[in-house]
């Protein structure tokens, strides 16, 4: 789950991160012109007015402006509310007091599946895209990987600083940043987040650092163990992919994509291999799916419900691996489920392997359903199941 930038320096200030005064939520124009009166009265000398939404480039895109009086931030509000940045509508602004800002920093903490560990990011360029700094000048970019022994009870010090100085921050705020980082850490463990980003990071006049900005994504399948992060799921500002929201209400592990090749299989490893495989053949696929252990005509009319109310979707991919659930019982799951949704248009492409997998496709071949096509092979299906959505698009 994503933070918008207000929610992510909530999160930071729980955990030590320095970020400046904190500032109003508006979703209104009204609401914006009565947070920059408070601000301006408390002797604020400018205001900031940021859309709130899950997306990089909003200052590029016209989403952040610097105000210094109250008809200016009502003419802000009033660009910035309703703003499309990126196929993402603003529907919440945040207004904080401007900050002084004498050099701005890179730095973030996220989660390396690759290596298996925690990476630390930290650059003297900050206030920019991270992805181009390193393409353009990779000296600039300093990355520490952090290994589990090594972050027990917490980032060691000693390493923020190593950090810090690699990057060449200057020295006047090294140890306040490595002070920083340790607490960005903390956060980042405490709160069982994937990423957690300050861009910029900037040094005041008077050598403070403070995250002006923040990124935060929490683990979803965490989330049992933190009851408060459904505070963050707030209506309106940039919520959750529709399908996803019911999905995660059915209890199912269902992510959008963007293809148009629906996509069903129980077990996320084989699911991601299926999306692969839609991708060697040509196609996209358009979300993951995990229907999970069992395979009963209830399981798969819901699953196959969500999947196919997705306009996006021309073709579905079915693809079943049966060790304890059989394949017979799979066939007859598929089966009583189009009993159950009656007419669709998409095709369905189901591939059954493992235990009982011949009987299974037998059973699918007799009923000689038109929208079932049974393919004993992973590759065969795709290639069926992108032709298939090629030929309905």
Request: net charge negative; proline share 4%; with cysteine.
């Amino acid at each position: 789950m994503d933070l918008v930038e207000f929610q992510g320096k909530q999160l930071f200030a729980r955990h030590g991160v320095p970020v400046p005064p904190p500032g109003a939520v508006a979703r209104t124009v009204e609401e914006a012109v009565s947070a920059a009166e408070a601000i301006l009265g408390d002797g604020a000398s400018a205001v900031v007015v940021k859309a709130q939404v899950k997306v990089g480039g909003r200052g590029k895109a016209g989403g952040v402006k610097v105000v210094r009086s109250v008809e200016d931030a009502r003419a802000a509000a009033e660009a910035i509310l309703g703003l499309d940045i990126k196929g993402h509508t603003v529907n919440v602004v945040y207004l904080e007091p401007a900050s002084d800002i004498a050099e701005e920093y890179y730095l973030s903490v996220l989660h390396d599946r690759v290596n298996k560990g925690d990476l630390v990011i930290c650059s003297r360029q900050g206030g920019v895209d991270i992805e181009e700094v390193n393409r353009t000048d990779p000296g600039a970019v300093v990355k520490r990987q952090v290994v589990p022994s090594e972050r027990a009870g917490g980032l060691p010090r000693d390493i923020a600083m190593e950090v810090v100085t690699a990057a060449d921050l200057p020295a006047e705020v090294r140890a306040s940043a490595a002070d920083l980082l340790v607490a960005l850490f903390a956060a980042y463990l405490a709160e069982d987040a994937t990423l957690t980003e300050i861009n910029p990071l900037i040094r005041t006049p008077d050598d403070r650092v403070l995250a002006l900005d923040a990124k935060v994504s929490l683990d979803v399948n965490a989330a049992f163990r933190h009851g408060d992060h459904a505070e963050w799921r707030i209506e309106g500002i940039d919520g959750d992919d529709p399908l996803e929201a019911r999905a995660r209400e059915q209890g199912m592990q269902y992510v959008k994509l963007d293809g148009d090749v629906g996509v069903l299989g129980n077990g996320a490893g084989l699911v991601m291999a299926t999306l692969d495989v839609v991708a060697q053949n040509g196609g996209r696929a358009a979300n993951f799916l995990d229907v999970g252990g069992g395979a009963s005509a209830d399981s798969m009319a819901a699953s196959l419900r969500l999947v196919l109310s997705d306009p996006a979707v021309k073709s579905v991919f079915i693809n079943i691996f049966g060790g304890i659930t059989r394949g017979e019982e799979v066939a007859r799951g598929v089966l009583g489920a189009i009993e159950q949704l009656g007419h669709f248009p998409q095709q369905l492409i189901v591939r059954l392997d493992g235990t009982n997998a011949e009987e299974g496709r037998r059973l699918l071949e007799e009923a000689a359903h038109p929208s079932i096509i049974p393919s004993p092979t992973m590759q065969e299906a795709a290639a069926l199941a992108v032709a298939a959505a090629r030929s309905a698009a």
